[in-house]
């Protein structure tokens, strides 16, 4: 049972480059998230799914999209990435009281 | 609106000392409440949670937690402190209902340093 898994792990963007993060979950959730993480600021949710087919947006959606096209899997994409989005994003997969389950998070630095 | 409020961003605590990490929220109906633990380059990892029944929760690690409505709190404890247990610590929370009942928010972190 690998719970929530993250790829990549690590990546390097050149501004106005693009890129797409997987995340993918075998815990037969519906609801899916993606936050990013930044000192001092804990985690901020960009985009949510509450399932297949469906997403919406959270705190901090600009600059980002995503889909859900497979219940188990959840994209976040950056079509231009900026320096601002310098950050740590983890993705949870999380239970209908709550419950998150967290991947390991992707390190992405934008240059 | 939901939020979360972790007031202090460092504890320090000497191991076997009592510890406390505190939390309050702001939900329009009744919340879910989680406390999160974080080691360095991991991800979040769940400790403990309060859906509903009595106000003290106990969780993972030795660790427990008071939901208190009146005074919106939701303070993470344990009574003998570890070396071990030096994290980040974030409280999370989910509103049942309304608008934002998707929506699972946290707090900003505090991060608890347990010295020898």
């Known amino acids: 049972n690998a719970g929530v898994t993250q790829t990549p792990k690590f990546r390097v963007l050149k501004t106005g480059q693009s890129m797409t993060l997987l995340c993918a979950q075998d815990?037969?959730?519906?609801?899916m998230y993606w936050y990013r993480q930044d000192p001092g600021m804990g985690l901020r949710l960009i985009h949510y799914s509450v399932g297949e087919g469906t997403t919406a947006k959270g705190e901090v959606p600009d600059g980002y999209n995503v889909s859900r096209l497979k219940k188990q899997n959840f994209l976040l994409g950056l079509e231009s990435a900026a320096p601002s989005q310098t950050s740590v994003y983890f993705c949870a997969s999380i239970t209908q009281q709550g419950k998150a389950f967290f991947g390991q998070g992707t390190r992405l630095t934008v240059v | 609106a939901q939020s979360v409020a972790q007031p202090e961003d460092q504890v320090n605590v000497a191991e076997g000392n009592p510890l406390t990490v505190k939390c309050t929220y702001s939900?329009?109906?009744?919340?879910?409440l989680f406390w999160y633990v974080q080691y360095p380059n991991r991800g979040l990892q769940f400790l403990l949670k309060?859906?509903?029944?009595?106000?003290l929760v106990k969780g993972s690690y030795g660790f427990e937690a008071e939901f208190n409505k009146s005074q919106t709190s939701f303070h993470l404890k344990k009574p003998s402190a570890l070396v071990s247990d030096s994290a980040l610590y974030f409280c999370?929370?989910?509103?049942?209902?309304?608008?934002?009942?998707?929506?699972?928010?946290f707090g900003t972190g505090t991060r608890l340093t347990v010295i020898p």
């Open positions: 309060y859906i509903t029944g009595d106000n």
């Open positions: 815990m037969n959730h519906e609801y």
């Open positions: 939900v329009s109906g009744n919340p879910y």
């Open positions: 999370a929370v989910r509103d049942r209902g309304g608008a934002g009942a998707n929506n699972l928010f």
